[in-house]
């Protein structure tokens, strides 16, 4: 069974960093997406980052290119996206996410099969 854990949020002032963790267990596969979301209350989902596991190539939200890095570390099957240059506006509950298809990466929301519970973002101004 996919379990996906988040961890590493918090709440920092405009202009700091942050890096969250997505602990995976149970991908059986080489070739699959794992993606990175945000979900302020009331509004849609937001996908953020996206990186295909084999190859490691990555996509990001325009939102937050240049700021935020997607890394992986294959031997502790954990996703990090490191998040520079915190704006109000990343304040959100990020969530880490799964596309076991294979196919392709997207930051479309419903491709995702396994989701993680979330680790909230609080940004001050």
């Known amino acids: 069974q996919v379990q996906l854990v988040e961890s590493g949020g918090g709440s920092v002032q405009a202009g700091g960093s942050l890096r969250l963790s997505c602990a995976a267990s149970?991908?059986?596969?080489?070739?699959?997406?794992m993606g990175w979301f945000r979900q302020v209350l009331g509004k849609e989902r937001e996908g953020v980052a996206a990186?295909?596991?084999?190859?490691?190539?990555?996509w990001y939200a325009d939102s937050v290119k240049g700021r935020f890095t997607l890394s992986q570390d294959n031997a502790k099957n954990t996703l990090y996206l490191q998040m520079n240059s915190l704006k109000p506006e990343d304040a959100a509950m990020y969530y880490c996410a799964a596309d076991l298809s294979g196919l392709y990466c997207s930051l479309a929301d419903d491709r995702y099969n396994y989701w993680g519970q979330g680790t909230q973002v609080t940004v001050s101004s």
């Open positions: 149970g991908i059986r596969y080489s070739s699959y997406c």
């Open positions: 990186i295909y596991a084999r190859g490691g190539r990555t």
